[in-house]
């Protein structure tokens, strides 16, 4: 069965930090790189933070160094360690498989998709 569960958000005020976990049920999470991607208020869905099966990490710009990405192959469990959060982290926050990028830099999910988990940043 595929399925994404996230969880461990919540209401923050800017400076303070949030744990995110997702569940990743399928064979497809466990080999394929996996994402946090956040879909903000008015704003385009925007990959976060991704991990390759082998533990490497790419960080969007704007939270780099205060975000950290991990998994637990075992689990099957991806984390968003989430840390000085700002407003601007505000948004849904979704895991799922990331593909690419393409020429244009463009990211990819698969058409799973959980429930995400909200995080919402005062300042």
């Known amino acids: 069965q595929v399925q994404l569960v996230e969880s461990g958000g919540g209401l923050r005020q800017a400076g303070e930090s949030l744990r995110l976990s997702c569940v990743a049920s399928?064979?497809?999470?466990?080999?394929?790189?996996m994402g946090w991607p956040r879909q903000a208020p008015g704003k385009q869905r925007e990959l976060v933070a991704r991990i390759t099966t082998g533990g490497i990490t790419n960080y969007t710009d704007s939270v780099k160094g205060r975000f950290t990405i991990s998994r637990n192959h075992a689990k099957n469990k991806v984390y968003l360690q989430m840390d000085s959060l700002k407003p601007e982290d505000t948004g849904v926050y979704y895991c799922n498989a990331v593909f690419g990028p393409d020429g244009d830099g463009n990211y990819y999910y698969t058409s799973h998709w959980g429930q995400g988990t909200q995080v919402t940043v005062s300042s």
């Open positions: 399928g064979t497809i999470f466990r080999v394929h790189p």
